[in-house]
């Protein structure tokens, strides 16, 4: 049951994610798709077109006819859900990639009816693999659709007033998937642009694809120093990205006050992670702001119940409706950033603007996974009485764990949905005082710890 997150399907290749499991999780999940086609790619890993062939076979068993994208970005993936393949209009679609995991991971990314299939529906999918018998085998029903082709003609047509725009590009693919399609747009448009470890390897030759890490970002900086006037950054699945000028690493937070500069007062999630500077401006300038829980389903979920504009993610998941379809699509933010950049937005005069705040990193707590919501169920009961010491307390938002404003400021302790960690973030206009709410929150930590 490890293998079931709250977002996504995620193990190991051949200890967890094997023939068997794999083809259980098919057949299981064909029963919870209405229509009769199921889209399906994967990423770079050499062991995804293996799980490919396994979930055709539990897919077919329950009924389902596979169209087979091949490899494809997360984002062509989503993409094929809002169109016809001659004749064939997918209710479903599963990404096969362990997105920024090390190169023996693998998982499933579920779209059904347009929506992320997550959550207790993961979970209750877990519990039936869990007890069923392996389907009886039937002959595989694979039909191959070009679905970068078409998202590439997509991309360009909606881009075409950006052609032939002289600014200075760099990027890294990481060694992911964002490489199959960005060359083509790139070219296409005429951009003056230069990539690194384009080439989809699994193996993630040159640096790990997670470029949240400022670890990962040392080659591209180099290559923005030397020639580049702006660059950009993936992760091994493309629906991540890192926007970097000559001054600012910019998260996603901040992009979305950029990205939403643009649009004509636009609904804007943001989650419990963002920078309180992004709820206040987009307040300031009349837009709408609406804090919720961290995860691309949990974000993608709230988009469609209140037909928001834009969301967000500080690790660079970027979600756009305004123009698009409501999914986080690294390839196409980059190109709203740069529809930015031609219609003569300075990114770093306009950060410039912005209160001049304090902020940590995600800075993580190593705990368990028996005891990672508990410690914050019994964080939530200690701040009912803090101890003396503790800063003044505004507020408390326990939308997703525990976000504690102050008067300066605010910090944060959730428990990831994903590992077994708690993660906690500090902001503030004083930065000692952004200290003093670390500390005085990792003590709480300690206590429910011990309290246990």
């Known amino acids: 049951m490890s293998i079931y997150r709250e977002y996504d399907i995620r193990g190991i290749y051949e200890k967890e994610l094997n023939e068997e499991s794999v083809v259980r999780i098919g057949y299981a999940l064909a029963s ?39 490899l494809v970005p997360t984002p062509v993936n989503y993409f094929t859900n809002y169109h016809d393949w001659d004749g064939a209009t997918p209710s479903a679609s599963v990404m ?26 993961i979970y209750a999918l877990g519990r039936e693999c869990d007890v069923m018998d392996m389907p009886v085998e039937v002959k595989c029903d694979v039909t191959k659709i070009n679905a970068v082709e078409r998202y590439i003609k997509f991309l360009v047509s909606e881009f075409q007033h950006l052609k032939g725009m ?18 083509d747009i790139f070219a296409a448009l005429e951009l003056n642009t230069k990539g690194i470890y384009i080439d989809p390897d699994g193996t993630f030759p040159n640096h790990h694809p997670d470029p949240s890490d400022e670890h990962n970002l040392v080659d591209i900086k180099k290559l923005l120093t030397d020639e580049g006037d702006i660059a950009f950054a993936y992760d091994g699945d493309a629906d991540r990205i890192a926007v970097l000028t000559h001054k600012n690493n910019i998260k996603g937070d901040m992009m979305a006050l950029l990205y ?25 300038r009349g837009c709408k ?41 690294a390839i196409y933010a980059t190109l709203r950033m740069l529809e930015l950049m031609h219609d003569g937005i300075d990114l770093d005069a306009e950060l410039a603007k912005l209160p001049l705040v304090y902020s940590t990193e ?11 919501f508990k410690i914050i169920d019994r964080v939530k009961e200690l701040l009912k009485s803090p101890p003396a010491s503790f800063p003044n ?60």
Not at 97 to 121: L, M, Q, R, W
Not at 276 to 281: A, F, G, I
Not at 362 to 372: D, F, N, P, S
Request: aromatic share 10%; hydrophobic share 35%; with cysteine.
């Open 32 to 70: 919870k798709i209405s229509g009769e086609y199921v889209s399906v790619g994967y990423d770079a890993r050499s062991h995804s077109p293996i799980l490919f062939e396994y979930l055709t076979r539990g897919l077919n068993a329950g009924g389902k006819k596979v169209l087979d994208m091949g």
């Open 96 to 121: 096969i990639t362990g997105s920024h995991n090390p190169s023996e991971y693998n998982g499933f990314k579920i779209t059904v009816d347009k929506a992320p299939f997550f959550s207790e529906d």
């Open 166 to 183: 002289d600014t200075r590009i760099v990027y890294d693919c990481g060694n992911g998937v964002a490489g199959v399609v960005t060359e």
């Open 260 to 284: 939403s500069m643009k649009m004509d007062k636009p609904t804007v999630i943001g989650e419990v992670k963002c920078s309180q500077v992004m709820y206040d401006e987009l307040e300031r």
């Open 289 to 329: 702001a609406i804090m919720y829980k961290t995860g691309h389903s949990n974000l993608k979920v709230k988009m469609r119940e209140t037909n928001a504009d834009l969301a967000c993610e500080v690790s660079g998941h970027v979600f756009f409706k305004n123009r698009y379809f409501g999914y986080d699509d």
């Open 362 to 372: 995600e800075l993580k707590v190593e705990t368990t996974e028996a005891e990672k």
């Open 393 to 452: 307390i505004k507020d408390i938002i326990d939308v997703d764990g525990v976000r504690i404003n102050f008067e300066k400021g605010w910090g944060l302790v959730r428990a990831s949905n994903t590992t077994p960690v708690l993660v906690t973030r500090f902001e503030s206009t004083d930065q000692n005082e952004a200290k003093v709410y670390e500390k005085a929150i990792n003590e709480l930590i300690i206590t429910a710890k011990k309290s246990l």
